[in-house]
């Protein structure tokens, strides 16, 4: 069956430290994968896109990659700050046809400490 | 720009009775629509998307539907609530052709 799992339901690091999120996929061939932000009782916010011919794509402090042999993205925060504790969701489009819906993860949900 | 509006935030209804969300896109022209359902401990469950007027798809067969009379206006429906119907129901939009989707901030409904 298609499958896309983020193997954390919960993540927790000191501030200063590199948060490294898994999102692992079984049964797709994704050209691009996304990464959201969610924030408790709001909406997911977009992040980041990453290509399969990316290996890897940057944003500040962010740094996702995309490995299709593995079947694996990889999202990283550099520098954690306790402002960056949120869930974070990947996602991916089962069809490759932009436009179209798109497939979520359940999320990690990431605590940052001072 | 564009703002994406959902209404209301919060809703408490009892079993059985009617549901209509709205969803309300400014800014923007033929966009693409979407509707999901958040349950607590659980991933982003797409319910229906739109590509046009008129035009929906329904991901998963349930006692909900979903109606987009205007360009950029998307509603849920139901005619009898359940139990298991509550949830955190989260609107998106994306470009035509886009890839990322773009979310409105939810609304929090509990039936008892």
């Known amino acids: 069956s298609q499958k896309i799992e983020q193997n954390s339901e919960a993540l927790n690091i000191q501030e200063g430290k590199t948060a490294t999120l898994t999102c692992n996929y079984t049964n797709y061939s994704p050209a691009y994968l996304q990464w959201y932000r969610q924030d408790p009782g709001r909406g997911p916010v977009f992040l980041l896109l990453?290509?399969?011919?990316?290996k890897e794509k940057r944003k500040e402090r962010l740094k996702v990659t995309f490995d299709t042999t593995l079947k694996q993205s990889l999202f990283h925060i550099t520098a954690s700050q306790p402002a960056d504790s949120a869930t974070y969701l990947c996602a991916l489009d089962p069809l490759n046809q932009a436009g179209t819906a798109l497939i979520f993860g359940k999320g990690t949900t990431l605590s940052v400490s001072s | 720009s564009q703002t994406i509006h959902q209404w209301p935030a919060t809703l408490v209804q009892p079993v059985g009775s009617p549901l209509s969300l709205e969803c309300t896109v400014e800014g923007t022209s033929n966009p693409n629509l979407y509707w999901y359902r958040q349950a607590a401990g659980r991933g982003l469950q797409l319910l229906f998307y739109?590509?046009?007027?008129?035009?929906i798809s329904s991901e998963v067969p349930q006692n909900l539907s979903a109606s987009r009379p205007q360009d950029r206006q998307f509603i849920l429906s139901s005619k009898k609530l359940l139990l298991s119907d509550s949830g955190f129901y989260l609107c998106?939009?994306?470009?035509?052709?886009?890839?990322?989707?773009?979310f409105g901030p939810g609304t929090r409904l509990t039936v008892t």
């Open positions: 998106a939009w994306m470009e035509a052709g886009g890839y990322e989707q773009y």
């Open positions: 739109s590509v046009g007027i008129g035009q």
């Open positions: 990453i290509r399969e011919n990316e």
